[in-house]
């Protein structure tokens, strides 16, 4: 049976049109600002491609895509031996970057996997140096170390190794259980040293508060006394005061009194003396005047 003629043209077009989207499709590629495609023309490199749309000649060009950003990738759990032959399992990320595309597609088949086999071999190298208590302390030193080691070897690759981080530590059981005991010591001791030095600084609060009680205790005892002697000084200056004036006023009254008055308060007063029961010998005042005159006379007569 003849096929028309019409429709063997139809087929004809649509095979084209087939076709030549598919020449279309893998001649057209659009690269992201984060990418870039390193093209090989019949096995040759003619270097990297991109951003945006680039133009590729089918079944000449080859293209492999590189991707830029910074990437992360998990090294597992590796057990090396520290310098004091203590086994330790480590496992770490390491962080890198492509900066020139080209080389890390010509210098290297799989990079990735080059650089995990080369932090492996690092990682255990650096480790054997150090001895475990160092391993477990010196954490930040052993990144270091194994990033400018990773870096040295990848950066003939085109690729940055731009960081390194150990995720977790494990040592062997009796050493963790050894560290267990020193730390629960270590704690302790904290705590005797902790209690003991309150103890000490109450004490010493205590004693201070002591002593700042005697000095006040002496310091108002001080101005108690200071203030009782002022006071008795002036209760004498007072009661000398008084007394100086009450002398004065019986000078003055009796100044103001006649002999007669006076003979009266005289015999007034032998009077009373009179009336005593008990036994007495008065001396009138007329004759201690007359004892008087006598003794004056023999004074005089004797120095005559």
Do not use: H
Not at 185 to 195: D, K, L, S, Y
């Amino acid at each position: 049976m003849d096929f028309p003629v019409f429709d063997l043209v139809t087929c004809l077009i649509a095979a084209v049109v087939v076709i030549a989207l598919f020449f279309l499709a893998s001649a057209v590629r659009v690269v992201p600002e984060y990418a870039r495609l390193v093209v090989f023309r019949l096995g040759r490199c003619i270097g990297e491609k991109g951003p945006g749309i680039i133009l590729l000649i089918p079944f000449i060009d080859r293209a492999i895509r590189v991707d830029l950003r910074e990437q992360v990738r998990e090294i597992p759990v590796q057990t090396a031996i520290t310098q004091d032959n203590a086994p330790i399992s480590i496992d770490f990320l390491w962080y890198y970057k492509v900066f020139d595309p080209v080389m890390s597609v010509l210098s290297v088949g799989n990079f990735e996997l080059a650089a995990q086999g080369i932090a492996t071999t690092t990682l255990r190298s650096v480790i054997g140096g150090i001895v475990l208590d160092g391993v477990l302390s010196e954490r930040e030193q052993i990144n270091q170390a194994l990033r400018a080691r990773l870096d040295e070897v990848t950066e003939r690759w085109g690729v940055k190794v731009t960081n390194v981080e150990i995720r977790e530590i494990t040592p062997p059981r009796d050493v963790q259980e050894a560290m267990n005991r020193q730390l629960t010591a270590e704690r302790t001791r904290r705590a005797i040293v902790t209690e003991s030095n309150g103890t000490r600084e109450a004490a010493v609060n205590v004693a201070d508060g002591e002593r700042q009680a005697a000095v006040l205790r002496a310091s108002g005892q001080k101005e108690a006394a200071i203030l009782q002697a002022e006071g008795e000084r002036q209760a004498q200056i007072l009661r000398a005061e008084g007394f100086a004036l009450a002398l004065e006023r019986i000078f003055e009254v009796a100044n103001r009194v006649d002999p007669n008055t006076m003979t009266l308060q005289y015999f007034e007063a032998l009077k009373d003396m009179a009336e005593s029961p008990s036994t007495k010998f008065i001396f009138p005042l007329e004759f201690t005047g007359m004892m008087q005159n006598f003794v004056a006379n023999r004074k005089e007569q004797a120095s005559e």
